[in-house]
């Protein structure tokens, strides 16, 4: 393989964004080339530039970036970089093979997927007609898509999420391209359309003999189906190898960092090795009473189920709904934590919202630290009981009033809820930012001043000032990357045990529950399929669906072997 | 969205503004007409609700003549014997006043609105905005035309009948930001701190609905000028006493014919640029806000 061309070789690529103050490099002298029937992995955490290498490649770079230095050699076709427009639509398409994130938005809304397909083949390889047609059946075959025939007809929208990113390849292949670039194919996805997804590119790079460019933040993808690897960050590459070498033998500390930093799902760590410049959380005295109390659970639901009307109509015999929660039983007892997993659709945001009395229920009984839910939300004399469970959303960018300085935001639930007059409310509020690892200056800035992983931190202190006893978090990670995740896990790991505070953790991540829960409870289709102690249900799963969904999560093993203390 | 509040968005603010040359003409046009209009009383030659000072064998001269007291009128006179150039500064108050006032009633009016429909859905929702889409159905000169030939002429009808044309436009867009940033899961997390409904709706989602509510207010008090001139040109509008810009030009039109232009082209000019200037803004600021194109 070493004899190989390389199908694409880029040589000290640079690119440059114009701001109105000098400019930015997001792209920052990188070399790298990619062979025939190689998948190269493009990892690093957000900003890293890896997007904007795969862009580059495809000359997708729009004003006000540029192209500002360095070569792109792609085999037959010379140097990219110094190609025109018009030049470069012929190679896009026919040469260049691209996949997004989004499948949706990839698609075109309003045409069949035929005619998508179609016109693809026809501006890459020029055949029409029956000939297109049968080229587009071929390679919707190609790509897993069932009954191709009929699907021809369809629209974008009556796919799902893993069928339109198989779509989106067969457009991709459609002239049978040298390079592939996909740009974080299967994060959008859950996890069992993730391999099946995977599984195709490995296919098609080895059946074709193309070059593929994987974009991806996640280590687990990279281990499984890339070839080479190369690691970014600040817009530098500052690792490159084959795939298996870098990951066992990482030689920058930073690559260590990252492979350390991701969630081991084949056993639970005490805490998460971070990354030198991750901000310092100040050290935890553990406290010496166990957290398990036998106070009965802090939160119980029985048979609890929930359903949204999908279809309304003037009679309710032919109004649609479908059940988000149905007939689920849950006890979480004080102190303890529980994660629930589950792919997405499967029900469990909506049972935290319930549980945290956002969402209302059709039947069943949800008691919050002995208090009905109902009662809670709407007797007032239960106000400051109410205030005890607090939650973490997903999006840290969306959970903070962009308008209110994140010190005011901690002080007014505070000031409202008269738990403290403003100069104490102050005093709690900086102990607090400090305990998260925030500075006191930062109570006078605004939330668009941070980055994701410290709004999520100020998330955490907002819901700390309360002292609540129940701590729900709704995928409080999925948004981060992975060293600010391991940041932020072991912030609540030492929250629960400093404060004796009850988790409830929802992730679709396995490995991350196997880190933060006492036991776990795996829902799909609104029902709960397994619930059990944590160990005995990773290393013995019960259910068929929890043996699906562990078999299908891409599993990170070089973290083990990084594992020293 | 840039934040109008922050120390450093607002710097951003400004320096954004200042990009477009456009856009400070505009502001230099307003700042000047809205300050003739302010300080009018004193540099105005004349008082021309003062019949004492006006002499009926000055009427329709043509600019630059000297009248029958040696004053020269720089701008002419009208039917009256009214110095023109003092008629325009009086009916530029009248025409900024009225802008102003009822604009800002329509603001508040239809933000609280808008913000009450977005938030509680439901019936709410649907009366009010189903009593938006009836008005927006009808052009709103026709609506305003009705209610004062109902109502009467009159500073404080005129007012009424800006109000109720232009409330709509700020209770559909108020409700539509209304109803994505409650969607928002701060606004999730200030119910779960036991904040009460008024506390989230005014001093959470309002101060982030208010953004496009910049814009629409610059548009709309330019409008209700245009449209009170409308008005008061129709003959529906302001008194003969309280001459606006849009009597003005009324009063001048039936000269148009005989050559004396000054009496309608002078006040039409000063409308224009009044209106021009505020467009020039709200068109910039329009631009600022819009996340699309934000850099």
Redesign the interface.
């Known amino acids: 393989m070493t004899a190989q061309e390389p199908i694409v070789s880029i040589e000290n690529l640079t690119v440059e964004y114009a701001?109105?103050s000098g400019s930015f490099t997001a792209v920052d002298n990188v070399t790298l080339d990619v062979k025939p029937g190689e998948i190269l992995g493009l990892v690093g955490e957000s900003g890293a530039g890896k997007s904007t290498v795969g862009s580059a490649v495809a000359r997708l770079i729009d004003f006000?970036g540029a192209i500002t230095g360095g070569r792109i050699l792609l085999r037959n076709s010379g140097d990219l970089a110094s190609l025109n427009e018009t030049q470069m639509c012929g190679i896009r398409g026919s040469d260049i093979g691209m996949i997004f994130q989004d499948s949706l938005s990839a698609l075109f809304p309003v045409k069949t997927i035929g005619a998508q397909l179609m016109r693809a083949i026809k501006l890459s390889t020029g055949l029409t007609g029956s000939a297109a047609r049968a080229r587009a059946l071929k390679l919707l075959e190609e790509v897993g898509i069932p009954q191709p025939k009929a699907r021809l007809r369809q629209y974008p929208h009556q796919f799902s999420g893993g069928m339109r990113q198989r779509i989106v390849i067969a457009i991709a292949l459609a002239g049978d391209p040298q390079l592939l670039i996909a740009d974080e194919p299967t994060t959008a996805l859950d996890v069992s359309i993730q391999s099946e997804i995977l599984g195709l590119l490995k296919r098609l790079a080895v059946d074709h003999g193309a070059g593929v460019i994987l974009i991806t933040h996640d280590m687990a993808v990279i281990e499984e189906i890339t070839d080479r690897v190369a690691v970014m960050r600040h817009g530098k590459l500052i690792e490159h190898g084959a795939t298996r070498d870098v990951l066992a033998r990482p030689i920058q500390d930073y690559t260590k960092a990252l492979i350390r930093a991701v969630p081991r799902i084949d056993t639970r760590m005490e805490r998460f090795v971070v990354m030198d410049d991750a901000p310092a959380v100040s050290p935890v005295t553990r406290p010496q009473t166990s957290h398990i109390q036998a106070d009965g659970p802090a939160i119980d639901a029985t048979d609890v189920t929930i359903s949204f009307m999908v279809k309304n109509a003037i009679l309710p015999r032919n109004r649609s709904y479908i059940r988000a929660a149905d007939n689920v039983s849950l006890k979480v007892p004080a102190g303890s934590s529980v994660g629930i997993v589950g792919e997405s659709g499967s029900g469990k945001s909506t049972l935290a919202r319930a549980v945290?009395?956002?969402q209302s229920i059709d039947s069943g009984k949800i008691t919050l630290m002995g208090h009905d839910v109902g009662a809670l939300a709407s007797d007032p004399a239960l106000?400051r009981e109410?205030?005890k469970?607090?939650?973490i959303?997903?999006?840290p960018f969306?959970?903070?009033?962009?308008?209110?300085r994140i010190g005011s935001a901690l002080i007014?639930?505070l000031i409202?809820?008269k738990m403290a007059e403003r100069d104490e409310a102050q005093d709690i509020t900086l102990a607090t930012l400090k305990r998260v690892g925030l500075s006191e200056d930062d109570a006078n800035k605004?939330p668009?001043?941070f980055s994701g992983g410290q709004r999520q931190r100020i998330?955490i202190a907002?819901a700390l000032v309360?002292d609540p006893a129940v701590l729900i978090c709704d995928e409080p990670t999925s948004a981060l990357d992975v060293s600010v995740q391991a940041t932020i896990l072991n912030l609540l790991k030492d929250l629960r045990d400093e404060r004796n505070l009850t988790l409830m953790f929802i992730s679709h991540d396995l490995a991350v529950i196997r880190q933060v829960s006492d036991r776990v409870v795996v829902m799909q289709h609104g029902k709960v399929c397994e619930e059990a102690e944590t160990d005995s249900l990773f290393d013995d799963p019960q259910h068929e669906y929890t043996r699906h969904l562990m078999k299908m999560m891409p599993k990170f093993t070089s973290g083990a072997r990084l594992q020293t203390p | 969205m840039s934040t109008a509040t922050a120390p450093t968005s607002t710097r951003r603010f400004v320096s954004l503004f200042t990009a477009s040359p456009l856009a400070l003409v505009g502001l230099a046009l307003f700042i000047l007409t809205a300050g003739i209009a302010l300080i009018g009383p004193m540099i105005a030659p004349q008082n021309p609700y003062d019949l004492a000072a006006i002499n009926l064998l000055d009427s329709r001269l043509s600019p630059g003549s000297e009248g029958i007291d040696g004053n020269i009128y720089w701008l002419g006179t009208d039917g009256h014997g009214r110095d023109m150039t003092s008629a325009i500064i009086y009916g530029l108050r009248t025409s900024i006043m009225i802008g102003l006032i009822a604009s800002t009633i329509a603001l508040v009016l239809g933000t609280t609105l808008g913000l009450i429909a977005g938030y509680a859905r439901g019936w709410v929702d649907a009366v009010i905005m189903r009593i938006v889409d009836l008005q927006l159905s009808v052009p709103s000169i026709l609506i305003a035309i009705v209610l004062l030939a109902v109502l009467g002429r009159g500073v404080g009808n005129i007012i009424l009948a800006l109000v109720t044309v232009q409330w709509v436009y700020f209770a559909r867009t108020v409700r539509s930001s209304c109803l994505i940033e409650r969607e928002k899961e701060y606004v999730q997390a200030g119910v779960l701190m036991g904040f009460s409904h008024a506390r989230i709706l005014l001093r959470h989602i309002l101060p982030n609905c208010l953004s496009p509510v910049t814009v629409i207010v610059t548009v709309e008090f330019a409008h209700a000028i245009a449209l009170e001139a409308t008005l008061s040109f129709l003959g529906v509008g302001l008194p003969i006493t309280e001459p606006s810009l849009g009597y003005l030009i009324s009063a001048g039109f039936s000269y148009l014919l005989n050559g004396e232009y000054w009496i309608s082209i002078f006040p039409g000019l000063a409308l224009l640029v009044t209106v021009l200037s505020l467009n020039l803004i709200a068109d910039h600021l329009r631009d600022i806000t819009d996340p699309r194109l934000q850099r």
């Open positions: 701001l109105t006000p945290c009395g956002l106000k109410r205030v469970a607090q939650m959303f997903q999006d969306a959970s903070l009033d962009p308008r209110q007014e639930p409202v809820n605004l668009h001043q998330c907002r309360m």
